[in-house]
């Protein structure tokens, strides 16, 4: 069982690598400045399918450099605040609850796939990024862990 740090980290990694790709894709690998700032976050809310201002609050939560953030998120990942096990290849389900409370952020193609698969039981498959997980048989949707309810299936013989 491998444990994933997840959310601000994986939302600020992402962005700055984005930045990188911005950079060197149309500047020849020469800084850019804030020119792609719209488009990297854009593409950080469509990878991680949350809204913008969800994306942008997460990112901003692991950017400050002061020792006392830092010291706060060692913490969190010692109190297993922000450590979640390694699903891949385990029945899940979607913990639908965590979507319909904040159903406004999401689309409603989402909501709606959501929604009529609340009691489906899904093989969790890694993405490549090791911290999201894609649903066997999901229509292509990615899942953080913490969206994801392991379940405990018997075969009967």
Do not use: P
């Not at 950017?63 to 899940?92: P, R």
């Not at 899942?143 to 392991?150: E, G, P, T, Y």
């Amino acid at each position: 069982m491998s444990n994933k740090l997840i959310d601000s980290i994986q939302v600020y990694n992402y962005v700055q690598n984005r930045y990188s790709h911005y950079d060197k894709e149309f500047n020849k690998g020469i800084y850019t400045g804030e020119k792609y700032t719209k488009q990297v976050f854009q593409d950080a809310a469509k990878h991680f399918n949350c809204s913008l201002k969800n994306i942008e609050k997460l990112y901003s939560e692991f950017s400050y450099t002061d020792i006392d953030k830092a010291l706060n998120l060692i913490n969190k990942v010692k109190n297993n605040e922000l450590i979640f096990e390694d699903l891949s290849g385990e029945f899940v389900k979607i913990n639908v609850d965590n979507y319909l409370k904040n159903d406004k952020q999401y689309t409603k193609v989402f909501i709606s796939f959501i929604k009529e698969n609340k009691d489906t039981i899904f093989t969790a498959v890694k993405t490549s990024t090791n911290d999201l997980y894609e649903l066997q048989d999901g229509n292509g949707w990615l899942f953080s862990a913490k969206d994801l309810i392991r379940i405990e299936v018997k075969i009967n013989e």
